[in-house]
């Protein structure tokens, strides 16, 4: 399957493209929902597109899009159906699971969180201290990037209590979190799809041992998202304030239900409904669209592409909207987490590099720290940029049109480059000469035919976001069908946890490290040393 895009011709350079074909931009970029992906900045030119369509089609990868869609078990290492989709059905039309619909009891829960959301956001659930003006979210991975990035990118439309997000175990994070916050008006909600990520369970603790401080009922106070009501029962935790969902969803798919409650809370029940519209009427263009217009697909093409075919093996994702700075780090679980597997669904090796490396900040912070790497550095980051054509500070417009001037201009920059010749021409114009104008122009050359791509969206509202997000789970997934492995599971991450158990005792000095390597026994005798142990 992957011969004839392996043997396809990668060194056409980007500039020459455009010159044999002006309009190019026009053909290579493709437009759905009020967004445009541009494309027509990398080497793909019509041939490799056509081959590459013509491996999505060779994948199936309309064929198991649908099966995904109907809830099929198409996780098959975990034995389970993935239908985070289902969350964002909002007109309740019939998913089965087994034969059973889903909908009901989806569409009951999101009332439900609705209902819960605004009695805090009116006052009419009350603290110990009076209105709740805080909320922390305990979560870590799926149970807080996605809302955490959700919520910041949501700003302009918080109107509801204040929503913090916990995620790391160490202490640092909860105690800078709590500091400050009145525990009589706060809220805290322990999001975690198992209820047994030992993070999460630590900082709930913590946070209740703070709470109990102050009020006479501590778990009055808390909430819980979780597919385990034994378990947030055990934690005291009234069924009345648990949001359940089920092992359909995924951790890092799973900000379109229960987990996304923060969210709601910080921006209310209409404003997360649009977002989970936008992200619908992503789900119905993946759904309809030809591939060759489709834009999740033809995101995981460009993927592929500058991945396996042409073998760079990173990929940076710039959003020129601050709102959006956690993106890189939601998109790192999302793509890094779903794809970074080495065997394929059927055991066998895959035989080619799977899911990149995804970094990024957002623009132009990059510019003055990274962008250095990316333009005259040895390796070839491919680079996608993010951009709203206008902002949210109507005042501000002038510094939106200087955003948007420099994320054209990167684009453009590391497309085009700047030639030995141009690089002399503009030391002579300094009044250099001879070999030091040589030494100094070879500096400034920029090799140039870097590919980047630009999406392009109206305005990062919750719909235009709920749009972004879908968009990038289906492309995750798109890469995944074409890779041949199984995007839902994350067997990758059991390992550490196991051994960090293991280790819990040993750090803190119960237990002898004498069975373990020298560089675990030199690094614990460190700690214990420094520690007082
Ligand atoms: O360890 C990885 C992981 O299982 C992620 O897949 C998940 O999003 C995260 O941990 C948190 O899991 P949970 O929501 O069950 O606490």
Avoid at 5 to 24: E, N, Y
Avoid at 319 to 336: F, G, K, V, W
Avoid at 375 to 400: K, M, N, T, W, Y
Avoid at 463 to 484: P, S
Wanted: glycine share 10%; aromatic share 6%.
């Amino acid at each position: 399957m992957w011969d004839d895009v392996k043997a396809l011709d990668t060194s056409a350079k980007i500039v020459d493209l455009f010159a044999a074909d002006p309009d190019r931009a026009e053909d290579f970029s493709a437009t759905a929902l009020e967004m445009l992906f541009d494309y027509s900045k990398t080497g793909i030119d019509g041939a490799s597109r056509r081959a590459l369509l013509a491996l999505a089609q060779n994948a199936g990868v309309e064929a198991k899009r649908d099966a995904m869609f109907a809830g099929e078990v198409i996780n098959e290492t975990e034995g389970r159906a993935v239908l985070h989709t289902a969350l964002r059905n909002l007109d309740g039309d019939p998913v089965l699971v087994e034969g059973f619909d889903v909908m009901p009891e989806v569409l009951a829960t999101l009332d439900r969180m609705e209902r819960f959301a605004e009695e805090l956001r009116s006052g009419a659930f009350q603290g110990q201290g009076g209105k709740i003006t805080d909320v922390v979210n305990i979560g870590i991975g799926g149970s807080d990037l996605g809302p955490a990035m959700a919520t910041l990118a949501l700003a302009p439309y918080h109107d509801g209590p204040r929503v913090h997000y916990v995620s790391n175990v160490d202490g640092a994070h909860i105690a800078d979190t709590l500091r400050g916050l009145d525990p009589a008006k706060t809220l805290v909600i322990v999001a975690s799809k198992t209820f047994t990520t030992i993070e999460t369970m630590t900082n709930a603790r913590t946070a209740m041992a703070w709470m109990s401080e102050a009020v006479t009922e501590p778990a009055a106070q808390f909430a819980a998202l979780s597919t385990s009501e034994e378990k947030t029962a055990a934690m005291g935790i009234p069924a009345s304030r648990v949001f359940g969902f089920e092992d359909w969803v995924g951790g890092r798919y799973s900000l379109w239900g229960p987990i996304g409650l923060g969210i709601m809370i910080a921006v209310g029940g209409p404003a997360f409904r649009a977002f989970l519209r936008g992200a619908q009427a992503m789900d119905r263009h993946f759904c309809a669209a030809e591939l060759g217009e489709n834009l999740p697909v033809m995101l995981a093409l460009v993927g592929i592409w500058h991945n396996q075919i042409c073998g760079h093996t990173t990929r940076a994702v710039l959003p020129y909207d601050q709102r959006l700075s956690r993106l890189p780090a939601y998109l790192q679980q999302l793509e890094m987490e779903s794809n970074g597997k080495s065997v394929r669904m059927d055991g066998s090796d895959s035989p080619v590099h799977t899911g990149p490396v995804v970094w990024g900040e957002p623009g132009t912070n990059g510019q003055h720290a990274f962008y250095q790497l990316i333009h005259q550095g040895s390796r070839v980051v491919p680079c996608e940029f993010l951009l709203a054509a206008i902002g949210h500070e109507p005042d501000l417009a002038h510094q939106h049109d200087l955003l948007a001037a420099n994320c054209l201009a990167q684009s453009e920059a590391l497309m085009k480059g700047r030639s030995l010749a141009e690089a002399r021409a503009l030391m002579a114009a300094k009044g250099l000469s001879g070999d030091e104008l040589e030494r100094q122009a070879r500096h400034r050359v920029f090799a140039g035919n870097r590919p980047s791509t630009v999406l392009l969206y109206p305005k990062l509202t919750p719909e235009i976001l709920g749009q972004i997000i879908a968009l990038y789970e289906h492309r995750v997934f798109v890469e995944g069908v074409i890779l041949g492995i199984n995007s839902f599971d994350q067997w990758g991450v059991e390992l550490g946890k196991e051994l960090a158990t293991a280790l819990q005792p040993i750090v803190e000095g119960r237990e002898s490290a004498a069975g373990k390597d020298s560089s675990t026994r030199g690094l614990v005798h460190y700690i214990r040393t420094r520690a007082g142990g």
